[in-house]
């Protein structure tokens, strides 16, 4: 069984338009993240969020929203989409993020191209 | 600002031989470390950590060493497999930040195996 999977894990879209990635986990982890790798392959956090409060990277527009419905569950919701926010996206989880467990599971990314 | 970094972007090294991928970090506070392998189309896949407490830490073929003096973090791998080809990279959790804020990525090298 897969850990962290998300869906699509290609996405081809018109500028202007609003798509979603949803995410899950199956490891009973506590927090869960979103992480954007660009053409460099260079990785950086987008949101981190448990059960108990979202951190958002202050760098990350406000067109894109997490959402979760439940603790195994983080979606990405991103509203007019720019050419700038081609990238793959990759959900994560983590057992714990008070400092105990740092270590992430990544799911398999989902490529964004927008035209 | 402090942040994570690699010194290659890309390593070639023969099939069987040893290879070593170096990080230096400028986060001084960093207590926590972890290298991982993102293989072509799949997302970051753990493969080893250390923590500030320790300079040494041994895996199945893979070592971590970590120099907190000149802040240095070296991931090496022993009789390197064709398998072994994929981007690696470092990244560092400081606890005494506080928050979900996740791990910070450095760039990433290329690792390429030749057979």
């Known amino acids: 069984d897969t850990a962290v999977s998300q869906t699509p894990k290609y996405l081809v879209t018109q500028m202007g338009n609003d798509k979603s990635i949803k995410c899950e986990q199956n490891l009973g982890h506590d927090t869960m993240y979103w992480y954007k790798q660009d053409s460099k392959k260079f990785l950086k956090i987008m949101f981190s969020y448990n059960n108990k409060e979202l951190i958002i990277n202050e760098t990350v527009p406000n067109r894109f929203s997490p959402k979760s419905p439940d603790k195994a569950h983080l979606n990405l919701h991103i509203n007019s989409l720019e050419l700038g926010d081609s990238a793959v996206y990759f959900c994560a989880s983590s057992q714990d993020s008070q400092g105990r467990d740092e270590k992430l599971f990544f799911g398999s990314g989902t490529q964004l191209s927008v035209l | 600002g402090e942040s994570v970094g690699l010194h290659l972007p890309t390593l070639s090294v023969q099939e069987g031989d040893n290879s070593i991928i170096n990080c230096a970090y400028s986060?001084?506070?960093?207590?926590?470390f972890i290298w991982y392998k993102q293989e072509s189309g799949k997302g970051p896949q753990f493969i080893i950590d250390i923590r500030s407490n320790m300079d040494k830490r041994q895996g199945q073929r893979v070592t971590v060493l970590l120099n907190k003096t000149v802040k240095h973090l070296s991931l090496q791998i022993a009789a390197t497999q064709p398998g072994d080809s994929a981007v690696y990279f470092c990244a560092e959790y400081m606890y005494s930040g506080g928050g979900a804020d996740g791990l910070t990525f450095g760039k990433g090298t290329h690792l390429i195996i030749q057979p």
């Open positions: 986060n001084s506070a960093s207590d926590y």
